[in-house]
């Protein structure tokens, strides 16, 4: 069975720092690209950032380009999502995601495995 595991998460002030990561397990990590998504109460789920099998590529909402870095370790089978200059806006549960498609995929639907998600709270 494949597990992702999300951890890192808290309450933070505005302009802080944050870095989550998420452990899998029952999955071939290097074959699979990674992704982290976020979901607000009554919003839709939202993607946040992508990182290829072997880390060449990313992918990066808009919203978050240039604050957030997503990376990966393959020989600890973790990805990571580091968080500069948090915004209030940025408050949501934030979920691990993973794809055995070789395709660059930002939509929820497609990927296969998901993570329980952890809280990230950006207070003004």
């Known amino acids: 069975q494949v597990q992702l595991v999300e951890s890192g998460g808290g309450l933070v002030q505005a302009g802080d720092s944050l870095t989550l990561s998420c452990a899998a397990s029952g999955l071939t990590f290097n074959m699979a690209a990674m992704a982290w998504f976020r979901q607000a109460p009554g919003n839709e789920r939202e993607f946040v950032a992508r990182i290829s099998r072997s880390s060449i590529t990313t992918n990066y909402a808009d919203s978050v380009k240039g604050r957030f870095t997503i990376s990966r370790d393959n020989a600890k089978n973790t990805v990571y999502l580091q968080m500069n200059s948090l915004k209030p806006e940025d408050t949501a549960i934030y979920y691990c995601?993973?794809?055995?498609?070789?395709?660059?995929?930002?939509?929820?639907?497609?990927?296969?495995?998901w993570g329980q998600g952890t809280q990230v709270t950006v207070s003004s």
């Open positions: 995601a993973a794809t055995l498609s070789a395709l660059v995929v930002t939509t929820a639907p497609l990927y296969n495995h």
